[in-house]
């Protein structure tokens, strides 16, 4: 079966999120590659809505990371480097570890261990199926990991990298993006997080990015 486009006509409720989806949408697969120059007059019309509401959306998507200004504010799919993979994954890595210490402290944490195992079984039901919602799952993943401490500080530190984690999947290829996507690698941080131990925990959360920067820098 052909794949649908994301870059398509929209239904006329609700255009901002529509058009962010489809954006990230486009970004994601390789239908709008890294350094692609965003042209408004173009894309408006390939979505189906107005310049203004595509710039909102294209706001947005400079805020996650995803869209980068260059010379005179002209908009395009951001690139990036090996050393900011790097980079990036360090502080995701200080980040998911602060996570991974406190909920192993926390005096009650079977709810949030519930909903990180719920998300490491989606992840389990999506294997074989295409890498965007495979993706997907991986993000919700780690995007649980700091939700459920409840630290909005920690979550909103994770939210301002999301699009940069993004890029770098569409960076590396999608056979190596692929590569950071096993369940087994996933569970292991919430198996840590249950024993108690925040050494424990911090180390199987830094091994995890080591692992992944490593297999998309390779």
Do not use: Y
Not at 9 to 36: V, W
Not at 71 to 97: H, K, N
Not at 121 to 148: N, S
Not at 185 to 206: F, L, M, Y
């Amino acid at each position: 079966m052909a794949q649908t486009a994301a870059l398509s006509g929209l239904r006329k409720t609700n255009l901002r999120e529509q058009a962010l989806l489809a954006l990230r949408r486009a970004i994601s697969t390789g239908e709008l590659a890294p350094g692609t120059h965003l042209v408004e007059t173009d894309l408006s019309e390939r979505l189906g809505i107005s310049r203004g509401t595509l710039r909102e959306a294209m706001r947005q998507l400079q805020q996650e990371g995803i869209v980068s200004a260059g010379p005179r504010g002209r908009l395009s799919v951001r690139t990036l480097d090996a050393q900011e993979v790097i980079d990036l994954f360090a502080v995701r890595a200080a980040l998911e570890a602060l996570a991974a210490q406190t909920l192993s402290t926390a005096d009650d944490n079977d709810a949030a261990l519930d909903r990180l195992r719920e998300s490491v079984q989606t992840m389990a039901d999506l294997t074989g199926v295409d890498l965007e919602q495979r993706i997907e799952a991986d993000l919700a993943f780690h995007l649980e990991l700091v939700r459920v401490t409840g630290n909005a500080s920690l979550l909103h530190s994770w939210q301002s990298l999301e699009g940069a984690i993004r890029m770098s999947f569409m960076w590396a290829g999608h056979d190596k993006a692929a590569g950071n996507m096993r369940v087994d690698r996933h569970r292991a941080i919430v198996d840590a997080i249950a024993d108690g131990d925040p050494e424990a925990a911090r180390a199987c959360v830094v091994e995890h990015m080591r692992e992944a920067v490593a297999n998309l820098v390779q």
